[in-house]
């Protein structure tokens, strides 16, 4: 059922009576009040649940998302940000295995670009010439 949001100024006294009669029946102030006007108009409503469900259902919901947001965090926090990688520390920062990055890398604008599209952060890196073993720079400001 798609719903709409409503606005009404309730008397304090009123406010004070419905609060207490929801909390009489493990409801919400506003399901009881949707069963009130439900009633009035001679409409049935499926029921969301008592407070409980309805409060677990929501904290349930916010756990999963603050999971997934920790997950993230500790992706990031974990990567190495040194200004200079080896070859196997950009693969671990970038999620590819080493051998792409060998692969992948030149001295043009298609390297920066694709290391700052993977890298978490948006940094872009580019090959260190002559080093060896190959390292990788971050790069600031292409130019």
Known sequence: MS???LSVRIPVNLLDKL???????NSTRTDYVLAILAQAAGVTLQPRGSVDEVVDSRIQAMEKRLTALEKQ????????TSEVLSQADLAKRLKVNPSTIYKRRDYSTKFFEW????DPLGWAWEPVPGASPLIYRRVRKRG
């Open 3 to 5: 719903t709409v949001p």
């Open 19 to 25: 609060d207490a009669k929801a909390s009489e029946l």
């Open 73 to 80: 965090i500790q992706s990031v926090v974990n990567q190495p």
């Open 115 to 118: 290391t700052s599209s993977r």
